[in-house]
């Protein structure tokens, strides 16, 4: 019952990967992950990640990780812009810590710093975890504060600052002997700069604007997921979660996946995803008036997306093997310029463990 | 659902987002005698703004027209072509995230604190408004400080260089 405890708190939160007291001293692993985006508006994204994490002599892991994104893109948006394919990088550096504080009880202390051409970010959080009713059930709490600093390609004298506040209240109960249930909550609120510097309102013929969203926007999101046992190789996973904002956009995602133990080493991973969003109240495809608001952001607009994808993995003795592919259809319903969007996500990830 | 109401009642009383943008305070006929010039002699070029796919589209004599025929292109501007020209401008004049309006920053040389515009990476020898003083960016900082002209007002000659 505690190993199907520890299974779904993977699930909601890092920092709850495995117990500090209970991983031996000195023992640790390095992951590199190499991911592939492509579809078909043009827009490629290559991904190299190196994540490495080891548990010192006193209760205490330490993890940094560090990443980069090499994105080459001349999507819709770009064009529409009257600019051509662009290719930059981002790269991101984090750290976090986690304390175990007695038996019961973990703190989780992480920072993480990411840059582009065009965009800087600082984000730290700070998180605090306790086993409850002998380990059948945890309570989680975290905050987050990210600070970010929003330039133009090209322009050092554009600056605009966007701070973003989050919140999440987790909790994670044992069921039954089979059955793991996962609820969490997360606020958070946005102030500054919501924009795009290069993305413009335009109505031919009657006027044209720089996009102008809103300074503030607050977000809630409830997700509850059940992790499920079907006898000792097979796994059953399924989630469901509600977002709402005050822009207007209300969005559910359901998610079902199944897990299969081949062999002791080699494990299958089948999962669909759903997802469905309807536009923010300002969105328009084509103002025929300046309003208060506006923005032309497809992410925005009313759509829905489906994704499905397949996972290999391997377990051995010291190090694991996992390979990934998604495939994922999206569906805007008031973007006439991009209808739809087909994208596919291949990842090879290695871990070696010691 | 039911605790989830709250919610929803809270996201319900925060819209209003959707209301139009109130009327900035843009006087017509200081734009047709003062700025429309401007634009026309130095940014409606068909390679520049003189083009329907950028967000600054401005119809100008001699180049892109609207409702004008082919073989009569240095007609003098339609009150449409001025009306269409007056709403795209208009709505460059706000503030910009960093800060200053576009339609005063964009063509302002980066040298004399103006944001970065592909159009001096194209015509080499600097931005279309190397200094504050120009009298081009002049006219263009007038109307978008409140300046008013009469309506027997004539479209200036001097537009800078």
């Given at each position: 019952m505690r190993l199907q405890l520890i299974l779904a708190l993977v699930v909601w939160s890092r920092a709850a990967s495995a117990q500090v007291a209970d991983q031996e001293s000195g023992k640790g692993d390095v992951k590199g992950t190499f991911a592939v985006y492509a579809d078909d508006d043009a827009t490629s994204v290559v991904t190299s990640v190196v994540d490495a994490t080891v548990r010192l002599p006193v209760p205490v892991t330490i993890?940094?990780?560090?990443?980069?994104?090499?994105?080459?893109?001349a999507s819709v948006d770009v064009i529409s812009a009257a600019t051509k394919r662009f290719q930059e990088n981002r790269?991101?550096?984090?750290a976090a810590v986690r304390a175990g504080v007695g038996q019961a009880t973990e703190a989780t202390l992480g920072y993480t710093h990411s840059a582009e051409n065009d965009w800087q970010s600082h984000a730290l959080e700070v998180g605090v975890a306790r086993d409850l009713a002998k380990k059948n059930a945890k309570l989680s709490?975290?905050?987050?504060f990210t600070h970010n600093?929003?330039?133009?390609?090209?322009?050092?004298?554009?600056?605009a600052m966007l701070d973003i506040h989050g919140a999440q209240l987790g909790f994670a109960q044992v069921i039954d002997r089979r059955t793991l249930l996962t609820l969490a909550y997360t606020l958070s609120h946005a102030s500054g700069y919501q924009g795009s510097p290069y993305r413009y309102v335009m109505t031919a013929g009657e006027f044209a604007a720089p996009e102008t969203p809103p300074e503030a926007r607050t977000r809630h999101a409830l997700t509850a997921r059940m992790l499920r046992s079907l006898g000792l190789a097979t796994?059953?996973?399924a989630s469901y979660r509600f977002y709402v904002d005050d822009w207007g956009v209300v969005s559910h995602t359901l998610e079902l996946a199944t897990s299969h133990a081949i062999t002791d080493e080699i494990t299958v991973r089948v999962r669909a995803r759903g997802y469905r969003q309807n536009r923010a109240d300002f969105y328009r495809e084509a103002y025929d008036q300046p309003m208060q608001y506006m923005t032309v952001d497809r992410e925005l607009s009313t759509f829905w997306d489906a994704m499905g994808g397949v996972k290999l993995g391997y377990a051995g003795d010291s190090f694991d093997l996992d390979v990934k592919v998604d495939g994922i259809l999206y569906k805007f319903a008031d973007y006439q310029r991009l209808a739809g969007r087909v994208a596919l996500v291949t990842s090879l990830g290695v871990t070696w463990r010691w | 659902m039911v605790k989830l109401f709250p919610i929803l009642l809270l996201?319900?009383?925060?819209?209003?987002?959707?209301g139009p943008a109130s009327e900035p305070p843009l006087d017509r006929e200081y734009f047709r005698c003062d700025v429309q010039p401007v634009l026309a002699a130095r940014c409606s070029f068909p390679a520049c703004h003189g083009s329907a796919r950028r967000p600054l589209s401005l119809y100008a004599p001699g180049r892109m027209r609207y409702g004008v025929n082919w073989?009569?292109?240095?007609?003098?501007?339609?009150?449409?072509?001025?009306?269409?020209n007056f709403?795209?401008?208009?709505?460059?004049?706000?503030a910009s995230p960093a800060g200053e309006p576009l339609l005063l920053a964009k063509p302002l040389d980066t040298s004399a604190g103006g944001y970065y515009h592909r159009g001096a990476d194209l015509y080499t020898a600097g931005d279309v408004f190397m200094a504050k003083d120009d009298p081009g960016y002049r006219m263009l900082a007038s109307w978008i400080a409140g300046a008013t002209a009469p309506t027997t007002c004539q479209p200036v000659l001097e537009v800078g260089q």
């Amino acid at each position: 019952m505690r190993l199907q405890l520890i299974l779904a708190l993977v699930v909601w939160s890092r920092a709850a990967s495995a117990q500090v007291a209970d991983q031996e001293s000195g023992k640790g692993d390095v992951k590199g992950t190499f991911a592939v985006y492509a579809d078909d508006d043009a827009t490629s994204v290559v991904t190299s990640v190196v994540d490495a994490t080891v548990r010192l002599p006193v209760p205490v892991t330490i993890n940094a990780h560090a990443l980069v994104d090499a994105v080459s893109s001349a999507s819709v948006d770009v064009i529409s812009a009257a600019t051509k394919r662009f290719q930059e990088n981002r790269i991101e550096e984090g750290a976090a810590v986690r304390a175990g504080v007695g038996q019961a009880t973990e703190a989780t202390l992480g920072y993480t710093h990411s840059a582009e051409n065009d965009w800087q970010s600082h984000a730290l959080e700070v998180g605090v975890a306790r086993d409850l009713a002998k380990k059948n059930a945890k309570l989680s709490i975290g905050y987050g504060f990210t600070h970010n600093r929003v330039g133009r390609a090209k322009d050092p004298s554009f600056e605009a600052m966007l701070d973003i506040h989050g919140a999440q209240l987790g909790f994670a109960q044992v069921i039954d002997r089979r059955t793991l249930l996962t609820l969490a909550y997360t606020l958070s609120h946005a102030s500054g700069y919501q924009g795009s510097p290069y993305r413009y309102v335009m109505t031919a013929g009657e006027f044209a604007a720089p996009e102008t969203p809103p300074e503030a926007r607050t977000r809630h999101a409830l997700t509850a997921r059940m992790l499920r046992s079907l006898g000792l190789a097979t796994t059953l996973d399924a989630s469901y979660r509600f977002y709402v904002d005050d822009w207007g956009v209300v969005s559910h995602t359901l998610e079902l996946a199944t897990s299969h133990a081949i062999t002791d080493e080699i494990t299958v991973r089948v999962r669909a995803r759903g997802y469905r969003q309807n536009r923010a109240d300002f969105y328009r495809e084509a103002y025929d008036q300046p309003m208060q608001y506006m923005t032309v952001d497809r992410e925005l607009s009313t759509f829905w997306d489906a994704m499905g994808g397949v996972k290999l993995g391997y377990a051995g003795d010291s190090f694991d093997l996992d390979v990934k592919v998604d495939g994922i259809l999206y569906k805007f319903a008031d973007y006439q310029r991009l209808a739809g969007r087909v994208a596919l996500v291949t990842s090879l990830g290695v871990t070696w463990r010691w | 659902m039911v605790k989830l109401f709250p919610i929803l009642l809270l996201v319900g009383c925060a819209t209003g987002l959707d209301g139009p943008a109130s009327e900035p305070p843009l006087d017509r006929e200081y734009f047709r005698c003062d700025v429309q010039p401007v634009l026309a002699a130095r940014c409606s070029f068909p390679a520049c703004h003189g083009s329907a796919r950028r967000p600054l589209s401005l119809y100008a004599p001699g180049r892109m027209r609207y409702g004008v025929n082919w073989d009569r292109p240095k007609e003098p501007m339609t009150m449409a072509e001025l009306d269409m020209n007056f709403a795209v401008a208009s709505g460059f004049t706000s503030a910009s995230p960093a800060g200053e309006p576009l339609l005063l920053a964009k063509p302002l040389d980066t040298s004399a604190g103006g944001y970065y515009h592909r159009g001096a990476d194209l015509y080499t020898a600097g931005d279309v408004f190397m200094a504050k003083d120009d009298p081009g960016y002049r006219m263009l900082a007038s109307w978008i400080a409140g300046a008013t002209a009469p309506t027997t007002c004539q479209p200036v000659l001097e537009v800078g260089q």
